[in-house]
């Protein structure tokens, strides 16, 4: 990886360890303790998930006051009724993609409003978003990455400016008296502000997207869906383990660290297989197979320690509206190609479809 020779982590037990042992940091907080710059380093910088304590535990307060799940349940009828709108578009069709038409806009849509970006700007942010995503390994393709990081900073820096003087009831504006209090850097408003956007979306719609796949793609699980179309956080999350979104996690190593064998020394870089350690047979017996009764709720989607996923709460209720809502709607729903033929996202980072065409009876 850039070059360089990476340790590749997989089991469960030790992705946790490497996740949470501070022994390890992610990209853009080894890059400003180190110096050592990698070309993930730049996408985080200044951010909560790109420090390391104590700059993380001051970035990362603010959020968690807003995305505990007292407050994402307060979301809930709006997240239906932003489902529900967007389900209206497709319903007389019978047919659609629904990557485009569900998976993209949904959770696009809730994190936009949460943080008070102008629906006028979403498309434009969708595709720096996903811009600055695709990189993978490829130097043309880091340098696109890193152009489209910049342009959204400079919309995000624009936008700050804009609730500084008339503020609104969101999460930037929320932001913004933070970093009037001095809780926050000028640099670190704009990072968090762009950070929030990209953590907020693009896994999510990944993983609505591979959810709906799965589901889709096994017909007695399909079957009681269409009967009783409900699915509890438990069943989730186990969707979440059997074909979530992150394949792989990022770190540094900062000291000398023993692990699994593996003797990995200062400035070593090391990945972390999130799927491969969701699917660790020492951990979940057939872990290949879903089962929605399985209790997964200590997979590794979402990291473990300081890092874990501030918005997993939304992205959990986002899955589960997303999901009962389509089903309770489109009882007879069904996958419009061959399982295996629909379309993947080349992303070495990212497991995600690049579509997901179904139909279903139309519906006025
Ligand atoms: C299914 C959807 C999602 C997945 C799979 C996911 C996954 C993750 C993972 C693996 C981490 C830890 C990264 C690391 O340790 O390096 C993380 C952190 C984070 N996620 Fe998510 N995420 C999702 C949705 C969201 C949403 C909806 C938001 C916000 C609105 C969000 C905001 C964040 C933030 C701010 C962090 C950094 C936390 C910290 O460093 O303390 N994520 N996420």
Redesign the pocket.
Known sequence: MNGMPVWLVSRYDEVREC?SNPALS?PAAFAAEHGQVSPLSGLFED???GSNPPT?TRL?QP?TKV?NMRRVDQLRPRIQEITDSLLDEIAADGSADLVQMLAVPL?LLV?CE?LGIPTTAQDQIHHQAQAMLASGFDPDAIAASQAAAAELSAYMADLTEQKRRVPGNDLISDLVVASEEERLSQRELVAACR??VI???E??S??IGNAIHSLLSRPEVAAELRERPEIDLRGVDEL?RHD???QF??RFVNVDFAIGGADMRPGDQVLLD?EAANTDPSRYVDGTELDLTRDSAMH????Y????????P??RV??QIAIETLFRRFPDIELAKPADEVGRNLNPFQRSLSELPVRFSPRA
């Open positions: 996740l992610p951010t909560v998930i993380h990362r959020l995305f959770p994190i949460l950070a929030l953590a907020g979306y896994l999510t990944g993983f979440l979530g979104p992150g996690n990022v999130l590794v989607q979402f990291g320690g300081i890092h874990f996923c501030v918005g997993a939304l992205a986002e899955g």
